[in-house]
């Protein structure tokens, strides 16, 4: 995909001979800039995650484990974690505090700037497939930021995912929002230059949320009870939506295989 030379015929060689440099065709460029130091934090932690590629799967680990598993940093923010690398998906089962809601599932989907080759394929089949709500999370930083190339692609990825209903009858923007004591500051002013530039981002969604994702209570009010309340109101129409335009390409190809 980023056109290195010299491609390993085995593990060991990946891991003993140095990674190739980018190509000065993808200097840059977001997208493969992203991807090659996906692939380079494969590569100098090898020796990290290693083992786990000869464990047998799926890995029942603890309760207690499972930040080491899946995160990259300890819940003191430091790096320390490389198991993730080894791990393709993970699936945890627990009982939900809301009675009421019944089943409910949560979908962790990388983004296209933490994407390892084949993710936005896999991402696409997900959405279309197993989803009824996405929530695009994004979590601006100072000194200044602003819509890039990858959220509009991760966004036409989630788009391109489900053509038969529009996206932006399904989806949120919720911008995590920080305090004064986080690692990154205040991130406040930055969050309402997100949303005051929205109407130029082409990414059309139902509703930009402003939350802080650290406070429990805060994420379970303006975004968890906000979106399950436009689900309970919703989602019969939106099944019905999609039903109908099903039904109308079934219908397109029964008249074009009657004319072939």
Not at 68 to 77: F, I, L, P
Not at 114 to 136: E, H, K, N, P, S
């Amino acid at each position: 995909k980023l056109y290195l030379s010299g491609m390993p015929f085995s593990i060991h060689e990946f891991s003993t001979v140095p990674l190739p440099a980018l190509p000065d065709q993808f200097i840059g460029q977001a997208e493969p800039g992203a991807m090659y130091e996906h692939l380079r934090k494969y590569h100098t932690n090898f020796d990290k995650y290693s083992h786990l590629l000869k464990e047998v799967s799926p890995l029942r680990i603890s309760k207690q484990q499972i930040r080491e598993y899946v995160a990259q940093d300890n819940s003191d923010g430091q790096k320390i974690y490389f198991n993730y690398l080894a791990v393709k998906e993970a699936k945890i089962v627990c009982a939900f505090p809301n009675e009421a809601v019944g089943q409910i599932a949560l979908i962790d989907m990388p983004g296209l700037g933490d994407t390892g080759l084949g993710d936005a394929a896999r991402l696409m089949t997900i959405l279309g497939q197993d989803v009824d709500i996405v929530l695009f999370v994004r979590m601006p930083r100072p000194p200044r930021d602003f819509w890039a190339d990858v959220d509009v692609k991760l966004y036409d990825t989630a788009r391109a995912s489900l053509m038969d209903l529009p996206i932006h009858l399904w989806s949120f923007m919720v911008l995590n929002r920080t305090t004064q004591d986080s690692p990154i500051g205040d991130n406040s002013a930055y969050c309402e230059e997100l949303i005051n530039a929205r109407d130029t981002s082409h990414i059309e969604v139902l509703d930009y949320i402003d939350v802080n994702c650290a406070d429990a209570s805060e994420a379970n009010d303006k975004i968890f009870d906000y979106v399950l309340s436009y689900l309970a109101k919703n989602i019969g129409d939106l099944d019905s939506q999609y039903a109908s335009a099903c039904q109308t390409r079934l219908i397109r190809l029964q008249k074009a295989n009657e004319l072939v």
